[in-house]
Nanobody
């Protein structure tokens, strides 16, 4: 089992920044990728960013490209999501996930999820 604990959410004005953290513990050797997802009320869950924990390769949703950065500190078993130039449409519950990802064929199995941290951006 892998436990994920997110932190860093809050309320900011549009244009502001927040940094989310996700600390992983347990059987992390069973995972090779971590990701951030978000879900706003009445909307489907959306993948925001992903990082392969072995080589640090990252990918982003078009909606956050250039504004959000996912990174990791392997010594601390922590993944971060730096969010800059926040917009009201970024308001959502943000979840950290961990699992096994394949590039070819593309397959992403996120078996472990955190409890979420709320991000609210006011205009």
């Amino acid at each position: 089992q892998v436990q994920l604990v997110e932190s860093g959410g809050g309320s900011v004005e549009a244009g502001g920044s927040l940094r989310l953290s996700c600390v992983a513990s347990g059987d992390t050797y069973n995972t090779n990728c971590m990701a951030w997802f978000r879900q706003a009320p009445g909307k489907e869950r959306e993948g925001v960013a992903r990082i392969y924990t072995g080589d640090g390769v990252t990918s982003y949703a078009d909606s956050v490209l250039g504004r959000f950065t996912i990174s990791q500190d392997n010594a601390k078993n922590t993944v971060y999501l730096q969010m800059n130039s926040l917009k009201p449409e970024d308001t959502a519950m943000y979840y950290c996930a961990a699992g096994w990802c394949n590039v070819l064929p593309p397959q992403y199995d996120y078996n472990y999820w955190g409890q979420g941290t709320q991000v609210t951006v006011s205009s």
